[in-house]
């Protein structure tokens, strides 16, 4: 039991024996998503508050609906607590577009691990690396573009240095969280023993409850499959 923290990606980790110290709780064993579960932004007639795009919170749709809106109506004291968030595959290029107000044309974006803050440097773990290989901002349209690929399944941070940056330190603008998943076809790829959870039916939605417990007791008797 635990009281929800802030919304976005939230990790739950355990200490693999009985000790004292947050430090040793090493071993990553789920996520957990914190949902916002009503709209607090201020009432407008292109609010995402009466929007249809946001019936579910959580959809690209929504999002989108949200960056226009903050983009436009800077004003609203609930958008400087705002932090997107989109979900996109490994280890093939990807694209985000949205709205954002405040940027110069020298604006530059970066993906950090989701432990990493933005404006900090940070030693990344082997491997935990997206790469942005180009980031655009429309002063007139107020549209950013951010081309990137991600090496691994992992949650990020997508930081913005105002007025463009070459190290961390500049990068202080948290805009976005990114949820790297794995494509809908990688499953049996990513598993390579029998009876793994990809050809299990509650795990046609990979982020159930049920398909989550399938995947963790499978985990937990098959230390040789690499996936887990």
């Known amino acids: 039991d635990s009281t929800p923290p802030s919304p976005g990606v939230h990790k739950i980790c355990v200490m693999p024996f009985t000790t004292v110290g947050a430090s040793l709780a090493s071993v990553h064993v789920a996520d957990t998503v914190v949902v916002v579960a009503s709209c607090s932004h201020a009432a407008g007639e292109d609010s995402p508050c009466v929007s249809p795009m946001c019936d579910d919170l959580e ?126 076809q990688s499953c049996s790829q990513l598993h390579g023993l029998v009876n793994n959870p990809c050809s299990a039916e509650v795990c046609e939605d990979k982020d159930s409850d049920e398909c989550q417990a399938i995947a963790s007791a499978f985990c937990a008797s098959s230390d040789s499959d690499w996936g887990c």
């Open 59 to 184: 959809s690209e749709s929504c999002q989108l609906v949200t960056a226009q809106w903050c983009a436009t109506h800077p004003s609203d004291q609930i958008c400087s607590r705002t932090t997107l968030f989109f979900r996109r595959v490994v280890g093939a290029p990807q694209q985000l577009v949205f709205q954002q107000h405040g940027l110069t044309p020298s604006a530059a974006a970066m993906l950090v691990p989701s432990y990493c803050d933005c404006g900090h440097l940070c030693e990344t773990r082997a491997g935990n690396t997206a790469s942005v290989f180009s980031s655009m901002y429309n002063v007139f349209s107020r549209e950013m573009v951010v081309h990137f690929v991600a090496q691994t399944v992992a949650d990020f941070k997508l930081c913005v240095a105002v007025s463009g940056g070459v190290v961390a330190e500049e990068y202080t603008m948290h805009i976005a969280n990114v949820k790297v998943e794995a494509s809908p």
